[in-house]
């Protein structure tokens, strides 16, 4: 019976022990999934390529005293995240004329690594052509054969993270009559592009993975534009009469309301209106 009886300590023992190992690797486990997870979300802020080693540690205390337990070293690489932006600096409408017209836009790369973009430009109809598209050295807003350098097929250099890139789309008439109502200016990410979390296996800076943010990898700028010469401004006066007795009969104590309205063709800026 006293040998059951120590068996049966030994055996509490023992078996509180082991529970002391499954809790603990138990809490090792889970610090590893934190650990884990906590690398991706630095990720999201972090250059692509970067590693980040994650080691687990757990605390142990048992009848015996007190130790750690330390997980293997972990490593991930950062995935590259691809991003873009193109804007104009206005909503004006732009006159082509004989000579061409620049388009002035502006590209940023809103990935966490290096990325170069491919651009292209689309009039709304065959009245108008895209001659070039050309990063704008000076940033003057106008094309300058001497100073601003064409991209070759469209393509830009590679661009840091959160680096702008000034460029000039060049549009030139087509016809006698120019018709054309619309530019659309599209940038795509070289590596790729697609819905959110579209992933392309290493093909990311240094060999890492690539994946398209929220923007697509892509992203396009609406530009309206017309002939130089296109209608301007129409003006219309107009005047309606209330009388007392509700008739539209301009008798003593009647009210005369004048209505001037101007209508424009498309967007403008700077209207003024004299004495205002």
């Keep these: 019976t006293g040998q059951a009886l120590h068996n049966s300590r030994r ?6 022990r082991g529970a002391h190992y499954s809790a603990a690797l138990s809490m090792l486990l889970c610090v590893l999934i934190v650990q884990c997870c906590g690398a991706f979300s630095v990720a999201a802020e972090t250059r692509a390529g970067t590693l980040i080693t994650n080691i687990a540690k757990a605390q142990v205390k048992a009848e015996e005293g007190e130790w ?11 995935a590259e995240r691809l991003d873009v932006a193109l804007v104009r600096a206005n909503d004006n ?22 990325e170069a973009f491919d651009l292209a430009a689309t009039p709304s109809d065959a009245t108008a052509r895209v001659r070039l598209i ?3 050295r000076d940033g003057d807003g106008r094309f300058d054969a001497a100073i601003d350098t064409p991209l070759v097929d469209g393509r830009t250099p590679a661009l840091e993270p959160g680096e702008r890139l000034s ?12 018709t054309v ?6 940038a795509r ?3 790729g592009s697609g819905p ?13 993975d690539a994946l398209t943010g929220s923007t697509e990898a892509r992203a396009q700028v609406s530009v309206p534009i017309g002939a130089e010469g296109a209608a301007g401004p129409v003006l219309f006066k107009s005047q309606s009469v209330r009388a007392p007795d509700g008739s539209t009969i301009p008798v003593v104590g009647a009210i005369i309301t004048y209505r001037l309205e101007a209508r424009f063709p498309g967007p403008t800026a700077g209207v003024r209106l004299p004495g205002t």
């Design 11 to 16: 055996q509490d023992r023992t078996g509180a």
């Design 181 to 186: 109502t619309e530019l659309v200016v599209e």
């Design 93 to 114: 409408a732009i006159a082509v004329s004989a000579g061409g017209v620049a388009v002035p836009v502006t590209l940023t790369n809103r990935g966490n690594g290096q």
């Design 189 to 191: 990410a070289v590596t």
């Design 134 to 136: 050309a990063i704008d």
């Design 196 to 208: 959110e979390a579209t992933l392309f296996e290493e093909r990311g800076d240094g060999g890492v």
């Design 167 to 178: 460029l000039l789309v060049v549009v030139d008439p087509a016809a006698i009559d120019v």
């Design 68 to 78: 750690t337990l330390t997980s293997n070293p972990v490593t991930f690489s950062v």
